[in-house]
């Protein structure tokens, strides 16, 4: 796929020219939302029903969400 070669090459391009404290930095800001990922999902799930009634969330939901990877970052779409 033509579309998907041309864009993988930009990408590498772009992480070859940067600093590498730079690099080092965006490593830790991943490894820092990831933990916030993990963190969120594992106190949603710590919820009572009354709190996830007030959320508008079923336990099934609640289930499916903490059952997610920490790399799964719906922001990252």
């Given at each position: 796929m033509k579309g998907q070669k041309g864009y993988a090459l930009v990408n590498?391009?772009?992480f070859q020219s940067r600093h590498p404290l730079e690099l080092l930095r965006a490593a830790g800001r991943q490894l820092y939302r990831w933990w916030q990922l993990a963190e969120q999902r594992r106190r949603l799930a710590m919820l009572?029903?009354?709190a996830?009634?007030?959320l508008g969330l079923s336990r099934g939901?609640?289930?499916q969400e903490s059952e997610r990877p920490f790399w799964d970052d719906p922001l990252n779409r």
């Open positions: 590498r391009a772009r009572d029903e009354a996830l009634k007030d939901e609640v289930q």
